[in-house]
Structures are given as C-alpha cells and as structure tokens.
C-alpha cells in the first residue's frame, strides 16, 4: 500500500484514510504504526468483500445514522461496524489471515 503524506486528507485530526486498498493519504506528522497498516488493511478486505464501492455506500450512511442518533461526529465515526471491527482488530496481524477474510 502506498503511503502519500499530505496536510488536506484525512480531516485533522485523523492519521490516515485508505482510498480504494491502493494509497493511504496520511496527514504529514502522523506516526503510522504497524496497528495503523494493519487497520487500513482490515479496511482494504472490508472494501474488497464489498466489492469497493458498496463499502462506501454503507460506511457513510451508517455515520450518518449514527451522526442523527448522536449528534457528535467522532461518536458517530468511533460506533461504524467498520471502524469498530477495524479498531478491535489492529493489534491481531494474525486476523486477515485467519479471521472471516
């Protein structure tokens, strides 16, 4: 995966953002640790499960339910299927490979 590293994307913030399984924009100072790869890679088999562009799909309308039911952006982020499987997961390198993927 390619990392580019840039002030614009992900929103401040955030570390990284994984566009389509192929580049990870990273904001410029973030550190970028094997748990943060390993997230984005979890991402990248979500996206590929769906077939990339349902991924999208049901990733923002799942925050934007949550952002109705909460009201707080970062709430809403933390409480996406994604991001909390994505999250629960970073640390085990072992998951992709034997995990539902």
Do not use: C
Request: no cysteine.
């Amino acid at each position: 995966m390619k990392i580019i590293r840039n002030n614009i994307i992900p929103f401040k913030g955030y570390k990284a953002f994984n566009f389509f399984g192929l580049i990870l924009f990273a904001r410029k100072n973030a550190y970028i640790s094997k748990e943060t790869i390993n997230h984005e890679e979890i991402h990248t088999a979500q996206m590929k499960e769906l077939f990339y562009i349902l991924f999208y799909v049901f990733y923002l309308v799942e925050w934007l339910i949550r952002l109705i039911l909460s009201r707080n952006f970062n709430e809403a982020y933390n409480n996406i299927s994604f991001e909390r499987e994505a999250y629960s997961h970073a640390k085990d390198f072992k998951y992709l490979k034997n995990g539902r993927y």
